[in-house]
Every structure is written in structure tokens, then in C-alpha cells.
């Protein structure tokens, strides 16, 4: 397998790091984004990284600008956005390129991946543990995000997660597991599911 290699690509809102990890015989390649509050470390992101790998599938793991700036609170969602896109456009013309893109991530980088599935033509969507809404306020959903994909879909989603489970359209795929949003446990299932679904849909 090709070594693991980390470049830092500039975006309107600061520069984002991404960490690449190529599969041996790519036939597309994956980009996966973080939560709010976390890293690209998360169990969850590990292991669907995993599963695209073992489907002969490259991964990009994104860490967005304010990250890399050192910033615990999360950008706004359109800044969230451009900086997706400005790196998903960049890693086409070079590190990717003449691969066909995969979006996904965890909680906030699920919405991002989701909001910008059609501008950044993705070929398919992985949702980890995409927030439906804040706890205890189902008032305040995100279902029309998750709506507007048009490609395929997969959401893991925890039985417990306070943040709710979405509803999915007759394209999409709702795997949910024992646990809450963390998505810690299962973790031998959750890879072997996005693996399979990964296989099936390219």
C-alpha cells in the first residue's frame, strides 16, 4: 500500500489539513470530515477508513481550518462548506485526480458532506451519526439535509443517540447499532457494513 502522506490545501477560510491514504488499486476515493468537537481520529472515521480501504476505496481525512487554526468552536456552516469544497476541488485536479469522490464524515462533517454532496458531484454519501437535531430539541431538525442527497446513502447511526435518528429515503441506508452518538462500540460491525455498502453501490 502506498505510504500515508498529509498536505495542507489553502481554502478561502484558511488553509485545511488532510491526511491521504491510498488504497493500493483506487477505484474512487473517500472524503471523510469531523465533528464539531473532534479530530479525524474518532473511532468511527478510523474504521470506515478501514472499510473504504479494504473496498480497494482511497481516503482523504479532513480536518477543517478552524481546526488546523487551533479553534475549538466550530465555523459556520457556509464557511464549513466552501472549505470542503475548495478542498474536494483541489484533491481532483491533483492527489485524487480521475478518481470519482465519495463524501462523508461524523455529526457536523455528516451535514457538511451532505450539504454539499451535489455542488462537489459526489458519487455517494456516508453518514456517521449525522445530528438530527440538538438534544432534547427535536424542534430544531436537520432532516431537510439529509433530504436534498440525491446520490446513494448510508447513515450508522447509535440506538441511544441523543441527537436523534433521521429518517431516509427509498436511496438511502439506515444501519443503526447499540451506543449513543460516539459510535465507540460495534466497531468490527460498523466497518463491515460500510464496507459491504461501499462494495454494492460502486
Known amino acids: 500500500m ?34 464539531a468537537g473532534g479530530g479525524t481520529n474518532a473511532p468511527d472515521l ?22 488546523v487554526a487551533g ?27 480521475s478518481l470519482p469522490l465519495l463524501f462523508g464524515g461524523r455529526s457536523s462533517g455528516a451535514r457538511v458532506a451532505c450539504r454539499t454532496s451535489g455542488a462537489g458531484h459526489a458519487l455517494a454519501v456516508l453518514c456517521l451519526a449525522f445530528p438530527l437535531h440538538p438534544p432534547g430539541r427535536p424542534e430544531k431538525s436537520r432532516q431537510a439535509e439529509l433530504a436534498g442527497v440525491t446520490v446513494p446513502t448510508l447513515v450508522i447511526q447509535g440506538e441511544s443517540d441523543p441527537f436523534g435518528t433521521p429518517k431516509v429515503a427509498n436511496h438511502q441506508t439506515l444501519a443503526t447499532f447499540p451506543g449513543t452518538h460516539s459510535l465507540k462500540t460495534n466497531l468490527k460491525h460498523i466497518t463491515k457494513t460500510i464496507e459491504t455498502w461501499l462494495t454494492q453501490t460502486l
Open 71 to 97: 479553534r475549538r468552536a466550530p465555523a459556520p456552516a457556509p464557511q464549513l462548506d466552501t472549505a470542503w469544497l475548495a478542498v474536494a476541488g483541489e484533491l481532483s485536479s491533483s492527489h485524487l485526480a
Open 46 to 67: 478510523q474504521a470506515a477508513t478501514k472499510a473504504a480501504l479494504a473496498a480497494g476505496i482511497s481516503v482523504a481525512l479532513v480536518e477543517q481550518p478552524y481546526r
Open 2 to 35: 502506498t505510504a500515508t502522506t498529509t498536505v495542507e490545501i489553502p481554502t478561502p477560510h484558511g488553509p485545511a489539513r488532510v491526511e491521504l491514504r491510498p488504497a493500493e488499486r483506487p477505484r474512487a476515493a473517500l472524503l471523510l470530515g469531523h465533528g
